[in-house]
């Protein structure tokens, strides 16, 4: 996703980079643009205490005169525009509500900001949903989102030009627990026909076993994930008429500084 980050011209004041300590984006945004303000948002409230907890620049960084200070701030009260530019990598497919999401994005975004965001899309983990289908265990995740309906989401939650892309990575292991154990940073199993109650001991050792029997000649275990790219701009508001309309103040802000075209 940071290849894409040369056809964005905006250079941002302010970068918010949503689920940051899951992104782990800090210092290629940093790298990007180093006079930008490093805004980390978290949802989740161990995670932000955990971002809140990084050491500060040192007095001697170079950092500290050339990049706004970094900022911590909880995703959930966010209300009105935050920065210019929102980049969410590999978040989104750990939300129950993904619209609800952008509809976040959408409020932490200022007018003609833009939008950058990865997620795994529906042609992710085949390997793994056919070894427990065959095994009658159930779904090892959730049903991830198809890069179309995610665009026709942003449009819904009122970006505009959406752009989508995807590509698919194969990883392999040689050792299952070492697959096992990298599977769990991608997030929790959020599936309504997930096993009930807790696994024992041998099941797990029943799946290292089945994974062990994919290997290739090489003796390697592969799994395929399917990268979904996308971006967007928030553009300016503008607000459906009726009887009575209400509009936010900081899109009402934004419509009295924009532009009037000439008659």
């Not at 805004?39 to 050491?55: F, H, I």
């Not at 807790?198 to 090489?218: G, I, K, N, V, Y």
Request: proline share 7%; with cysteine.
């Amino acid at each position: 996703m940071a290849e894409r980050l040369a056809i964005v011209k905006l250079q941002p004041e302010r970068v918010l980079d949503w689920a940051s300590f899951l992104g782990s984006s800090a210092t290629l945004l940093r790298t990007a643009y180093p006079r930008a303000t490093q805004v980390a948002v978290e949802t989740d409230a161990q995670r932000l205490r955990a971002s809140s907890e990084e050491p500060a620049l040192s007095w001697w960084s170079p950092r500290r005169w050339t990049a706004g200070a970094g900022q911590v701030l909880a995703g959930n009260d966010i209300d009105a525009p935050q920065g210019q530019l929102l980049w969410s990598n590999m978040g989104l497919h750990g939300a129950h509500d993904p619209q609800a999401v952008m509809r976040q994005w959408h409020r932490a975004l200022a007018v003609d900001g833009f939008l950058m965001f990865s997620t795994l899309g529906p042609g992710t983990l085949p390997e793994l949903q056919r070894l427990y289908t065959a095994a009658g265990w159930g779904a090892p995740f959730a049903p991830f989102v198809d890069m179309h309906d995610l665009g026709d989401m942003l449009v819904q939650a009122g970006f505009a030009d959406p752009v989508m892309d995807q590509e698919t990575i194969t990883l392999t292991w040689s050792q299952p627990d070492a697959l096992l154990s990298e599977l769990r940073t991608l997030g929790a199993n959020l599936s309504s026909q997930r096993q009930a109650g807790l696994r024992t001991p041998r099941w797990r050792q029943q799946l290292m076993d089945r994974l062990m029997a994919q290997c290739d000649e090489e003796g390697r275990i592969a799994l395929r994930f399917e990268v979904v790219y996308g971006h967007a701009f928030r553009p300016l508001p503008r607000p459906r008429l009726a009887p009575e309309t209400s509009v936010p103040l900081a899109d009402l802000r934004a419509m009295v500084r924009a532009p009037r075209g000439g008659g």
